[in-house]
């Protein structure tokens, strides 16, 4: 069975500051992964997907960063963040057969203050 | 513009009686799901329904492709069926490796005693 992992759960974190979320996908080879947003009040939007080990893609640009260093692992960063980047973060993977539905970590919510 | 619509944007229903809850969609589309986003903002994926019904106890779920369209319906509501539920859906005129979703706003459904 797959699992998804997120982590941190929650953070609170200072104007300026620097983040990193990550996200970790067990059980799956290869998996396609996809960073999902959602601001307070928001809709859900995609940030970033990759369908493979160093290729990531940007879907919005937010001032926020992805990588994937490993392939069952997906990095989300900034150096500096903003108040905008508040909200509530998803991870997600699926498998390549198109059309497959798409499994979600249970994110992670961010607080900047 | 948007390109999932759901209605209504809330509904308040006594206990026992049936929801409908409405997504259309503005474009051509591949799949959709329904998810149940808990207070806290993670997603649980309540159907995967590419076209047609599917049925899962209480839960109902309609996709009509050529329609655009998709509908969720809960009979008997319960109390604990209280809370916002997404439609999402992916065009078919991108590839699926992209994972992109594109959510509606949520209906917030309130059960009453």
């Known amino acids: 069975a797959q699992t998804i992992h997120q982590w941190p759960v929650a953070e609170i974190k200072a104007v300026g500051s620097p983040l990193s979320l990550g996200c970790t996908i067990k059980?799956?080879?290869?998996?396609?992964l996809y960073w999902y947003w959602q601001a307070t009040g928001g809709t859900l939007q995609q940030l970033f997907y990759?369908?493979?080990?160093?290729?990531v893609e940007s879907v919005v640009q937010l001032n926020l960063s992805a990588s994937r260093p490993k392939d069952d692992q997906f990095i989300l960063s900034t150096e500096k963040l903003l108040l905008s980047h508040s909200g509530f973060y998803l991870c997600?993977?699926?498998?390549?057969?198109?059309?497959?539905?798409?499994?979600f970590g249970h994110g992670t919510k961010l607080s900047v203050l | 513009g948007q390109q999932v619509q759901q209605s209504p944007t809330s509904l308040v229903l006594q206990e026992g009686e049936n929801a409908e809850l409405q997504c259309n969609f503005s474009?051509?589309?591949?799949?959709m799901q329904w998810f149940y986003q808990r207070p806290g903002g993670s997603l649980i994926s309540v159907f995967y329904?590419?076209?047609g019904t599917k049925q899962s106890g209480r839960l109902t779920s309609t996709t009509v492709i050529k329609e655009r369209r998709s509908s969720l319906h809960i009979s008997s509501s319960q109390i604990t069926d209280s809370g916002t539920y997404l439609c999402?859906?992916?065009?078919?005129?991108?590839?699926?490796?992209?994972?992109?979703?594109?959510f509606g706003a949520g209906t917030q459904l309130i059960v009453i005693p």
């Open positions: 059980g799956k080879s290869s998996p396609n």
């Open positions: 990759s369908i493979t080990v160093g290729q």
């Open positions: 999402a859906m992916e065009r078919s005129d991108r590839g699926s490796a992209l994972g992109r979703l594109h």
């Open positions: 474009t051509s589309l591949n799949s």
């Open positions: 329904n590419p076209s």
């Open positions: 997600a993977w699926r498998g390549t057969i198109s059309n497959e539905r798409l499994f």
